[in-house]
């Protein structure tokens, strides 16, 4: 997508629950698995993050994030340039991140809207990833702005890119599990003016499995489809084509369908819903159709 350019300059590339607390208007993800340290305990330890990537020859520039285990950083490294290194505590590492990256590196050679993968980098106590490096915001810079209204052909734009990585991302029988705006990056390579989506964060990644049921909660309440909530459901990719449309949705309408703020209460609301009705806002009716049926789903009977 050319910034305030057409559509046609877009670049498209062949065949790619424990209950939650909100963050500040941020989302978090759920793990009924998780385990997370007291906030006096991560207060009283102090890491120096920077001196971690000096010693694995990284040139540390700026952090870019920062969560209850670990950092991730802008840095420089001879090999690729400016990357994203993202270092997490090892004992709080979920290793199906790494397994999902060397999947997908394994079966796609390259798409530009799903985030590369580059190397991981040994450590006593750290994981350390090295991802590419995205230089502009994540599909928040629109979603939380109600100001701005997406024209319809950079909306087409993006949702085509979006739609791409997750069919190559699909390809390799991967669930990614958490699709969220926070998680589709943007990106803006120097000199060309034109814009990538890419999807990103592959933690709750895994492949997909029709034989066993899940036994626990995986993904960010407002994005999870009605079979998350079930004690006993087979999660398939269908979860992330409905996270999608709720991405797409978020972007254009700036609230969710439905938003509640315990894991319970976003259950019960979600067991009323036969079916999302059209938001005033969305005026296209070509659009909702194809949203429609991305928020279409198999409910118990």
């Not at 939650?20 to 997370?36: F, L, R, V």
């Not at 994030?65 to 840095?75: C, H, K, L, M, N």
């Not at 909306?155 to 599990?177: D, N, S």
């Not at 894991?263 to 819903?273: G, T, V």
Request: net charge neutral.
């Amino acid at each position: 997508m050319k910034n305030e350019k057409s559509n046609q300059e877009i670049q498209q590339q062949p065949e790619e629950h424990q209950q939650i607390e909100q963050e500040s208007s941020d989302q978090k993800p759920i793990d009924s698995q998780d385990d997370t340290l007291s906030v006096a305990s991560q207060k009283s330890s102090y890491v120096d993050y920077e001196e971690i990537l000096r010693q694995q020859e990284l040139v540390p520039i700026r952090p870019l994030g920062r969560g209850a285990f670990g950092i991730v950083y802008e840095a420089y490294v001879q090999e690729y340039g400016i990357v994203a290194v993202k270092i997490v505590q090892k004992e709080k590492f979920d290793i199906r991140e790494l397994e999902a990256a060397k999947i997908i590196n394994n079966e796609v050679y390259y798409c530009p809207f799903i985030m590369d993968h580059k190397q991981q980098r040994p450590n006593k106590y750290y994981q350390i990833l090295i991802e590419e490096y995205s230089n502009m915001n994540t599909l928040n810079l629109f979603a939380k702005q109600p100001q701005i209204t997406l024209p319809s052909y950079i909306l087409r734009a993006l949702m085509k890119q979006i739609l791409e990585g997750m069919r190559i991302f699909h390809k390799t029988g991967l669930v990614h599990r958490d699709i969220k705006c926070d998680n589709i990056l943007l990106h803006c390579p120097p000199g060309t003016g034109l814009v990538y989506a890419k999807i990103s964060d592959f933690g709750f990644a895994k492949k997909e499995d029709l034989q066993h049921e899940q036994t626990y909660a995986k993904g960010t309440l407002p994005y999870m489809s009605p079979e998350n909530f079930r004690k006993s459901a087979l999660i398939t990719q269908k979860v992330d084509i409905y996270a999608l449309g709720i991405t797409f949705y978020y972007i254009v309408v700036h609230k969710y369908p439905v938003n509640q703020p315990t894991f319970e209460l976003q259950q019960k609301k979600m067991d009323k819903i036969q079916s999302i009705k059209k938001p005033l806002e969305i005026k296209d009716d070509i659009q909702w159709n194809l949203l429609s049926q991305m928020l279409e789903t198999t409910r118990p009977r």
